[in-house]
Antibody, heavy 123, light 114 residues
């Protein structure tokens, strides 16, 4: 059974940092691109970042470029999101999501999502 | 950037009736190299993560009931629920995956029972 389990969320002050993790199981992690998608309270979905299976390619939304870093450890079947210089508008549930198909870079549609981890940026 | 819009924002449909959601993209998401529309639909129920329903604009994900169907091409797309069931109450999102440098979702359409 494919499972994605996010962790690392919490309350952080503006300007602070957090690192989110997503532990994957039930599939060959290294063969699939992975992404982070967030959802502010009561709002819609916003794509944040994606990384190819090999970690050779990474992509970011303009809203987080230069502040967030996506990475993965294929030996640990784990996806990460390092979030620096956090702002109030980064407050959201952060989901990790698995690409539906195996491609060289990133396919971009997601067949499996974790339950999410809440990040609150507030003083 | 490709901007996605959806209409209506919400709709209420009687059980067993048809629900239709429109999604439009600011530019075509039809990829010439594979002649496929890079458009997906998701369903999100309260307190749950999104669930993939449709990809390539019209291909139903495995396990998704056949009352869900997707259509359209280029910039105009539609998700249809042919006979609304109680478990279909949710918010529905379209998403384009045309460019890996910026995937974008529509704002969502809330579907309720009338």
């Amino acid at each position: 059974e494919v499972q994605l389990l996010e962790s690392g969320g919490g309350l952080v002050q503006p300007g602070g940092s957090l690192r989110l993790s997503c532990a994957a199981s039930g599939f060959t992690f290294s063969r699939y691109a992975m992404s982070w998608v967030r959802q502010a309270p009561g709002k819609g979905l916003e794509w944040v970042s994606s990384i190819s299976g090999s970690a050779g390619s990474t992509y970011y939304a303009d809203s987080v470029k230069g502040r967030f870093t996506i990475s993965r450890d294929n030996s640990k079947n784990t996806l990460y999101l390092q979030m620096n210089s956090l702002r109030a508008e980064d407050t959201a549930v952060y989901y990790c999501a698995k690409d539906s198909v195996i491609v060289v870079v990133v396919a971009g549609w997601f067949d499996m999502w974790g339950q999410g981890t809440m990040v609150t940026v507030s003083s | 950037d490709i901007v996605m819009t959806q209409s209506p924002d919400s709709l209420a449909v009687s059980l067993g009736e048809r629900a239709t959601i429109s999604c439009k993209s600011s530019q075509s998401v039809l990829y010439r190299s594979n002649n496929k529309n890079h458009l997906a639909w998701y369903q999100q129920k309260p307190g749950q993560p999104p669930k993939l329903l449709i990809y390539w604009a019209s291909t139903r994900e495995s396990g998704v009931p056949d009352r869900f169907s997707g259509s359209g091409s280029g910039t105009d797309f539609t998700l249809t629920i042919s006979s609304l069931q109680p478990e279909d109450v949710a918010v529905y999102y379209c998403q384009q995956y045309y460019s890996p440098s910026l995937f974008t979702f529509g704002p969502g359409t809330k579907v309720d029972i009338k």
